[in-house]
């Protein structure tokens, strides 16, 4: 029920243009807030959501306070991705939590030969290790759908894969790709304690991590 005042607020900010660049190539960032409670902001329709998700993450949730709740300092940004644009491998630094929310995946856009490239298009990628201090990784494709929130540990590296390649011969796309308003819109999450934000130092949020994942 969130999803269509979001979408209006995205398609708001995209066409003022400006945003800013992180780990994003091509698409649209925005500037990223912090989320004060007030529901008149765009985030507000979403705050609660997260709210609720992290209160299932505490180790007892039945006994999670919203005064528990309020030294965490949650901070977001809009993304939206046209077919080509893409994010970089990245992770979310002293964040105890990066959380992603899909508004809208897009069209589909598949135009490689091969159909099983629908896992990947768009898709929020995971970088995994399969155990302690050795260098072997995996990699887990979550495929976007509105109205999924994903919450993961901030040290995760993860990227965002494209929707749609340039073909090799140089052969025009069907316009359906390369249409502007062709958008897969998300909302990306920090989640930190209020005295890491506040001090810029990690010590703290290991200390949450830890307790919070034991």
């Given at each position: 029920h969130v999803n269509e005042g979001l979408e209006a607020d995205a398609a708001a900010r995209y066409a003022e243009g400006g945003g800013?660049?992180?780990?994003?190539?091509?698409?649209?960032?925005?500037?990223?807030?912090?989320?004060?409670?007030?529901?008149?902001?765009?985030?507000?329709?979403?705050?609660?959501?997260?709210?609720?998700?992290?209160?299932?993450?505490?180790?007892?949730?039945?006994?999670?306070?919203?005064?528990?709740?309020?030294?965490?300092?949650?901070?977001?940004?809009?993304?939206?991705?046209?077919?080509?644009?893409?994010?970089?491998?990245?992770?979310?630094?002293?964040?105890?939590?990066?959380a992603v929310y899909f508004v809208d995946a897009g069209k589909p856009v598949v135009v490689q030969e091969d159909e099983s490239a629908a896992v990947f298009a768009g898709a929020l990628l995971l970088k995994t290790q399969f155990e302690p201090w050795a260098s072997r990784y995996g990699y887990l494709p979550i495929t976007p759908r509105p109205g999924d929130l994903w919450i993961i540990p901030g040290y995760v590296p993860h990227a965002v894969l494209p929707r749609a390649l340039p073909r090799a011969n140089g052969e025009a796309l069907p316009a359906e790709v390369e249409a502007e308003d062709n958008l897969r819109i998300s909302v990306a999450c920090n989640v930190k304690p209020y005295e890491v934000a506040k001090e810029g130092e990690s010590t703290g949020a290991l200390r949450v991590v830890r307790h919070l994942l034991k």
């Open positions: 800013i660049r992180r780990s994003n190539v091509g698409g649209f960032h925005s500037d990223e807030e912090v989320f004060s409670g007030s529901s008149s902001d765009w985030y507000g329709r979403l705050h609660n959501v997260l709210l609720e998700a992290l209160r299932m993450l505490e180790p007892d949730p039945a006994a999670a306070t919203s005064a528990q709740l309020a030294r965490m300092r949650l901070t977001g940004w809009l993304n939206m991705s046209t077919s080509y644009a893409f994010n970089t491998l990245h992770d979310h630094g002293d964040a105890v939590w990066a």
